[in-house]
């Protein structure tokens, strides 16, 4: 059974860097094919993909994030750590890791963990 | 704003069919696989479809899904009260080199 939880930081102050940590269980990252991906809610708006690590230590970012985000694994603790510079209030939301399938083409995200809710206060 | 589009609401009675529909472009649906999810308060959202009409298991039958040229739908035949959720729409996207997400359509059962 493949689960995921992220841990870090409830409130972040305006410029701070928010770390946050996915620690899971039932796969490997270093299993050929498989990814590990961060994703974000803000409150009452959509979700939104932030940046994704494969086993082969490829990274993917959001484009529109890329200058704020650094995604890194470490396999021998089953985590990928997901960095955010210079926060802002619009970065409030909860953010989710999960496991992702390379299939020839990027996979789907499943599962998910439960979420870490972040507040950067104005 | 969100590259793929789904209408804020969807609503039916107990027992009615409802669908989602979700409408992008062509370097999003309609190059790749659509996803489903179902997002509740409080949890992890729950992937309904993937692969554009696949259904991974423990997804009870009642949930489909459909993909067609630029755009995607979801089905919810026989709704259930505890299908009351919100669902969102996701596909890589070619252009913008990562994955988009609707903002999600509310179920409200009657």
């Known amino acids: 059974q493949i689960t995921l939880k992220e841990s870090g930081p409830t409130l972040v102050k305006p410029t701070e860097t928010l770390t946050l940590t996915c620690t899971f269980s039932?796969?490997?990252?270093?299993?050929?094919?498989?990814?590990v991906g961060w994703i974000r809610q803000p409150p009452g708006k959509a979700l939104e993909w932030l940046a994704l690590i494969y086993w082969d230590d490829d990274k993917r970012y959001n484009s529109s994030l890329s200058s704020r985000l650094i995604i890194t694994k470490d396999t021998s603790k089953n985590q990928v750590v997901l960095t955010m510079t210079n926060m802002e209030p619009v970065d409030t939301g909860t953010y989710y890791c999960a496991h992702l399938l390379w299939l020839g083409v990027p996979g789907w995200f499943d599962p998910w963990g439960q979420g870490t809710l972040v507040t950067v206060p104005s | 704003q969100s590259v793929l589009t789904q209408p804020p609401s969807a609503s039916g009675t107990p027992g009615q069919r409802v669908t989602i529909s979700c409408f992008g472009s062509r370097p999003n649906i309609g190059s790749n696989f659509v996803y489903w999810y179902q997002l509740l308060p409080g949890t992890a959202p729950k992937l309904l479809i993937y692969r554009n009409d696949q259904r991974p298991s423990g997804v009870p039958a009642r949930f489909s899904g459909s993909k067609s040229g630029t755009s995607a739908s979801l089905a919810i035949s026989g709704l259930r009260s505890e299908d009351e959720a919100d669902y969102c729409c996701a596909a890589w996207d070619d252009s913008l080199r990562g994955l988009v997400f609707g903002p999600g359509t509310k179920v409200t059962v009657l």
């Open positions: 039932g796969f490997s990252l270093t299993t050929s094919g498989v990814g």
